[in-house]
Each structure stands twice: as C-alpha cells, then as structure tokens.
C-alpha cells in the first residue's frame, strides 16, 4: 500500500496462462519511482512461444529500470522508457535470429503523490478506470479494428467479433522511433484502474469487467477477473494489474 498525497493506494498484479496457450507471453511488473510515484505495467508478447515470451519480459524491465532512475516529469518518463524498451527489443530482435520480428504491446499507469495519474500504451493492451461503479476505457486500442470502429466503419458489435481484431497497428518492436500515446488521467478517493492484457478485454465484455472490479478487495477481484476470462474459454493469456485509490 503507498500513499499518493491525499490518497492511498492499493495495488496487485495477476497472470495466468489461459485454457489454450502453451505458455505464458504476458509479463507486468510494478515500482515505487525516485519521486515516490506507483508505476505499474503490463505487456504482451507477440511473435511465437521464445520471442514473444522474450519481447514482453523486456519491456516490462527495461520500462521499469529506466523509469527507476529517470528525473524527468511524469509524461516525459513514460515516453523515454517505453521508446527505450522498444529501442531495445528492435537491436535484440536484429542480433538474435530465433528472436527476429519479436514483439510486445505495453500500457503503464504512473500514480503520482499529488493524486494525478499518467497512462502510456502502445498496442492493444488497456487501461480501465471504473468510478462510482462506472466502468471507462482510458486508452484508445491502436489496432485496425480500432481504427475502423472510430471512423464510423464499424459498429461496436461488429469489432467485437471482428476476425481482424488482432491486427495491431502499432507495437514495440515494429519500428524505431515508437510513437507512444500519454494521457494525463484525474483521479478521486474511491477510483479503481484496470491494466489489463488483450486476454481479458477481447474476451470478457465490458459490463462483467465492471461487475467483477466491483468487488469488496482489491485481491479477490484481480482473482475473478482472470477467472471470468478462463470461464469465456481462456483462449489467451490473461493478466491484470489493479490499483485502487481511498
């Protein structure tokens, strides 16, 4: 538990492999940050069993290490870190051939002590705030279905069963020079966030997310959570990371 200022906030991170995978490609991780700001991510691998096992790891550490001894302000903390992880995860990719065209997508949510909160993501992993018992996505998916959806071209029912849903349009280890997506985020007593992998958000609907985050601790529902993704098939790895502000 850490105090943010006026607030204090709880947290706890879960995976779990799923009812299909043969293994596990997600990885997150959490930290306290120099200025005493929670940091929490979640990443999720891409380009088969090693690679994206490889790819996701490496983000969640590189992110971590860099933001631990990074002095820049929230926003410019995000960036650098996830631009360097995908630095990293480019020149790994072109050295090591069993690992060549590895990728990961990330999303970050930084809690700072005065009450603000940051959220930064590439891909299609996501970040949820529920308040008052009202669930809202706080990260827009950069996938293609997204994209059509947001240009009117699909409905919403349309991209959830869309067959292209996977098709990203941005990731680490797509391209130097990652264009990373930052959004300053208000918070109040009482908020829950929600960092969660693909696993969850493309097979759980929305309105049972936000019964399950409902729940009376923060430990229980990371639990059902993962369970209510296992109980739609667990076609995927599922991980979830939960910060909870009073």
Known sequence: MTA??????QSVLQSDQGLVRAANE??????????????LVVADGMGGHVAGD????????VVLELAASSRAGPEALLREAIGGANDRILNRGSREQELAGMGTTVVALLLHPDGDAWTAHVGDSRAYRQREGHLEAITEDHS??????RR??????EAWNDPRRNQLTRCLGMLSGVEVEVGWVA??????????????????????????LAGETIEASARALVAAANDCGGPDNVTVALAWLS
């Open 26 to 39: 997600d990885a997150h991780g959490q930290m306290t940050t120099p200025d005493g700001a929670l940091l």
């Open 54 to 61: 490889v790819a996701s790891q490496m983000a969640v550490e």
């Open 144 to 149: 293609l279905v997204a994209e059509l959806q």
């Open 152 to 157: 009117g071209a699909l409905s919403e029912e």
């Open 187 to 212: 918070t109040l007593p009482g908020d829950r966030f929600l960092l969660c992998s693909d696993g969850l958000s493309g097979v759980v609907e929305a309105p049972r997310i936000e019964e399950v």
């Open 4 to 9: 943010a200022g006026g607030l204090r906030v």
